[in-house]
């Protein structure tokens, strides 16, 4: 089974071929900031996205009727259930239309409509970033109007909480797993029984190398009164954490800061560290205190540094496995994979 996988990000498009579950080839197609300038929005890119693809495909000698499936990257969609849905008309009018938010994933979708519909092949997105499987309770924020909202590294995640569980012998859909993504943005959730029912989202949870997560209301409005909204979005999103603290976000920097004995480096680090740490004790409530394990993934979870700290403070909750860097490329072809078998199915996002 031929299976194409889409990976739109903004600066660059991930692609890979795989043959089942088996990777291929994979290629990141970089897009300049000068053609990235040609466009007015986001889908204004989606033809030139499209023609990546089809160069990708000419480079590797396949055509689209060579392929049996394509699998996307979910994008800012409203608010899904895990797992598949099938990209047709419906799925991308909402995803042009109404989207949860901007983001250059949204695009992948919208590709994999257009080869779809060349090949007559079926085309699926996976585990989007906004999976909402929330218990009412974790749902509230405090204020009615305004609830918490799911937006994690839910495909990557949920990934490293099956293998997990593979590896220790655990039935996924009968575990309790809390998973940290550690990345330029770091979220949180704990699954249950293969829902994400509870989530920290990078703007509650902990500082990572440039987000500024989870601030104190109280200074939230001093800065709102003296910053304005925009000064406040750009903490939250690039000149928070790391950058904000040390002036680098890049945490290999960070540690060679503190192997040259900079104290206030090592102070930072280890405070982010403890911020993970205290985020996931938040979430070992979240099934009585139920914990199959604990898995830290992304980037940063490659630094012993970091994650020895880590495991210092939680290890008492559970046992504790690293799953370091991303696996979306893998997670998009084996979701594909497992609805082409027939081990899952495949939902349809509906106009209402």
């Known amino acids: 089974m031929k299976i194409l996988v889409i990976n739109p990000g903004s600066t660059s498009t991930k692609l890979a071929l795989y043959e089942d579950c088996n990777e291929l080839m994979t290629g990141s197609m970089d897009i300049s900031s000068d053609v990235l300038a040609q466009y007015k929005s986001i889908y204004d890119q989606t033809d030139m996205r499209f023609d990546q693809v089809m160069d ?3 480079v590797n ?23 598949a849905y099938v990209v047709d008309e419906d799925l991308c009018y909402i995803m042009r239309n109404h989207p949860a938010q901007l983001h250059a994933s949204n695009l992948g979708a919208l590709v994999a409509k257009k080869l779809s519909d060349i090949g007559n092949i079926p085309a699926y997105i996976y585990d989007a970033v906004s999976v909402d499987e929330m218990t009412d309770e974790a749902r509230l924020s ?8 799911s937006f994690s590294h839910a495909l ?4 490293v909480a099956m293998k997990y569980c593979q590896d220790k012998g655990l039935d996924y859909y009968k575990s309790s797993i809390i998973v940290a993504h550690l990345g330029g943005g770091i979220s949180m959730n704990f699954q249950k029984n ?6 920290i989202s990078s703007d509650e949870g902990p500082f990572s190398t440039n987000r500024a997560g989870a ?10 009164r003296e910053e304005g909204a925009d000064a406040m979005q750009s903490y ?5 954490g790391l950058i904000s603290y040390l002036g680098t976000n890049d945490a290999r920097e960070v540690e060679a800061m503190i192997a040259n004995g900079d104290e206030e480096a090592k102070k930072v680090y280890r405070g982010m560290a403890y911020q993970i740490a205290r985020y996931i004790g938040s979430l070992a409530v979240v099934d009585n205190g139920k914990i199959d394990g604990i898995v830290l993934t992304g980037g940063m979870a490659n630094s012993k540094l970091l994650t020895g700290w880590i495991e210092e403070k939680v290890t008492f909750l559970a046992d504790i496995s690293i799953y370091a860097g991303e696996f979306e490329m893998k997670a998009l072809a084996q979701g594909a ?7 899952e199915e495949a939902d349809h996002l509906k106009i209402y």
């Open 142 to 149: 405090g204020l009615k109007n305004y609830p918490r909202r």
């Open 61 to 83: 000698d396949m055509e689209v009727k060579d392929l049996d499936v394509i699998v996307s990257r979910g994008g800012m969609l409203p608010p899904l259930h895990t797992g």
């Open 156 to 159: 990557n995640t949920r990934a």
């Open 56 to 58: 990708f495909l000419k």
């Open 194 to 199: 293969g829902h994400l029912v509870d989530v």
């Open 215 to 224: 601030l104190p209301i109280y200074s939230c409005i001093t800065m709102a």
């Open 337 to 343: 994979y497992r609805v082409m078998k027939g081990q």
């Open 236 to 240: 939250e999103d690039s000149i928070g």
